[in-house]
């Protein structure tokens, strides 16, 4: 489910606001001693003021204030009642759309990056927006699989360097740089890539799983341009994927490399005409949820782990993971199911 980000408070507005709701409160003796309002001013921002003079209470007892006018220009005053018509318009013209949407679809949750105004650059409370998401996405039980996005001409152009420069890094406090990159999530996530990926970008779709990407798609690293070194697991990660030779190339030049030519590379699993990314995605998607999370969360783990296993070990340590899944309630469940020719019922167990 959507929800609408969360709106400005303040308690130290002067001048008029409209009523949006409003409490009395009582003594212990039960007798009425303060009103609260909650008004929204023009730009949707919610004042809240307390009074305790007995007029205002009085009419807050006996009046329907909703869509008043709430004036503190001299005395706290109240004007009308009775509008819900005017909260409603302010709500719906102030309403602001989330820097980050969370979509639900059954065990698909998508991720949208929503700065289209900055090329989905990624400021500090777009990167903590992002850490809780995936927090809750990794939280939640019925979530198999992620996509993450962006709206708009790009998918992400990196960090906000005009925030960073006020000094406002996206770091967050679990998943580091961008919300992400530090400790991207157990479960899977795909990154739905339209446009550039640059900068922060790339490292943020380097940092999931599985990467679709539309034909017109470029990923660049360009941070040497700008006297830095893209060390968000952008050069590490590239090292680790990509033939020396082209990961210098990307790391050193700062130029982007067209999808198509990094798809033949390995690095990204597959390109869609130019606007379907986030369908080809879904698809895929579609292809992994049905699986026993189990298994998928153990696989992941294996790919993940296995460079830094000795050789002589490494089949061992393959072994000891998956017996987890070989010996679950889960790989009972899949094959009563096969055998039964139905759909099994995983429980993650």
């Not at 650059?121 to 019925?142: T, V, Y």
Request: aromatic fraction near 4%; charged fraction near 20%; proline fraction near 7%.
């Amino acid at each position: 489910m959507q929800r609408p980000a969360a709106r400005s408070v303040t308690a130290t507005h002067t001048g008029s606001a409209t009523v949006e709701t409003y409490t009395v409160t009582y003594s212990p003796d039960g007798a009425p001693e303060a009103v609260i309002f909650s008004a929204l001013l023009e730009d949707g921002t919610r004042w809240i003021s307390r009074s305790t003079d007995s007029e205002l209470i009085a009419q807050a007892l006996e009046t329907d204030l909703i869509g008043a006018t709430l004036d503190n220009r001299g005395a706290l005053t109240v004007e009308g009642g009775n509008q819900p018509d005017r909260v409603n318009t302010i709500i719906d013209s102030t309403v602001k759309d989330p820097l980050l949407k969370v979509q639900w679809e059954g065990p698909l949750c998508i991720l949208t990056l929503n700065r289209p105004e900055v090329r989905n650059a990624i400021n500090l409370e777009l990167a903590l927006a992002l850490e809780r998401a995936i927090d809750d996405f990794e939280a939640d039980s019925e979530a198999i699989v992620a996509i993450l996005t962006g709206v708009g001409q790009d998918f992400c152009t990196g960090m906000d360097l005009k925030a960073a420069a006020q000094g406002q890094y996206p770091i967050a406090p679990s998943r580091g740089l961008l919300g992400i990159t530090g400790r991207p999530p157990q479960k899977p996530i795909i990154a739905a890539v339209e446009g550039n990926a640059l900068a922060g970008g790339c490292e943020i779709a380097l940092a999931c799983d599985l990467i679709v990407a539309a034909k017109d798609a470029t990923f660049g690293l360009p941070e040497p341009k700008r006297g830095l070194v893209a060390a968000a697991g952008g050069v590490l990660r590239l090292a680790q994927r990509l033939p020396r030779p082209i990961a210098l190339e990307m790391a050193l030049t700062g130029e982007p490399i067209a999808a198509p030519r990094v798809h033949q590379l390995g690095l990204i699993n597959a390109v869609a005409r130019p606007g379907t990314a986030l369908k080809v995605a879904r698809e895929l998607a579609g292809k992994i949820a049905p699986n026993a999370p189990l298994s998928l969360q153990l696989s992941k783990q294996i790919v993940d782990e296995w460079h830094d296993w000795p050789t002589n070990e490494a089949y061992g340590r393959q072994s000891d993971i998956a017996s987890e899944a070989s010996f679950s309630a889960d790989a009972q469940e899949g094959i009563a199911a096969f055998d039964e020719k139905r759909t099994p019922n995983w429980t993650g167990r």
